[in-house]
């Protein structure tokens, strides 16, 4: 794959509490994306970066923030996390003229 | 607000049959069309795609099918396999400004039966 890396891959927390997830990618692709997946929902696009310190809301960008100080990584921050947020969070990155290339996922659940 | 809808939910197939999963869009901007398929624990891979100027494209097994004016598509597995059982997922894609976002269907589960 395109070498993407999220972590943690599992995480439980509760209510309230800021949470970070990482995306890491290897490709030097200059788009990255995070997404949550719910069932009945697919995927749905939380935020989106098209370059280092560029970053803009997605459909579903309420009660997230993301950063991007490096190419290679795309960090997603729930700032005090609520139940609603529990999900499947996948991150993606994509070259130019490439289809996005999607990482494993981190699952996290929130008490 | 969901752009693009997908049916059906849940799919069972014998071996050796064919399984069909129908899209249908409403934005019109939409300028390319992916599927991905997606193995429990694993994020979602690109499978075959199509842009709107072509009715059909076919890679192996896999095959979509393009309707524009009814702004519609769907994917055709010939000869279902067990290792196809996963979810897929369509999908249209917009450009905004560079960022070319994704607008998911809601899945489709599929399950090849030996």
């Known amino acids: 794959d395109a070498g993407i890396t999220q972590s943690p891959r599992h995480k439980v927390t509760e209510t309230g509490t800021p949470v970070t997830l990482r995306c890491h990618q290897t490709e030097n692709h200059r788009y990255m994306y995070w997404y949550r997946q719910d069932p009945g929902h697919g995927l749905r696009l939380i935020h989106y970066s098209y370059g280092v310190k560029d970053t803009d809301k997605g459909e579903v960008s309420d009660g997230y923030s993301v950063s991007r100080s490096k190419t290679e990584d795309f960090l997603l921050t729930l700032e005090s996390a609520t139940s609603s947020q529990t999900s499947v969070y996948f991150c993606a990155s994509r070259d130019s003229e490439q289809p996005q290339h999607f990482g494993d996922g981190t699952r996290l659940s929130i008490l | ?114």
């Open chain 2, 1 to 114: 607000q969901q752009q693009v809808k997908q049916s059906p939910q849940s799919l069972i197939v014998q071996k050796g049959g064919i399984s069909i999963i129908n899209c249908a869009y409403e934005n019109t901007a939409f300028d390319y069309f992916p599927w991905y398929q997606q193995f429990p624990g694993k994020g979602p891979a690109l499978l075959i795609a199509i842009r709107p100027d072509v009715s059909e494209k076919k890679e192996g097994r896999f095959t979509i099918s393009f309707n524009k004016s009814a702004k519609q598509f769907s994917l055709h597995i010939m000869d279902s396999q067990p290792g196809d059982s996963a979810t897929y997922f369509c999908a249209g894609q917009i450009h905004s400004g560079s960022a070319r976002q994704l607008t998911f269907g809601s899945g489709t589960q599929l399950t090849v039966l030996p």
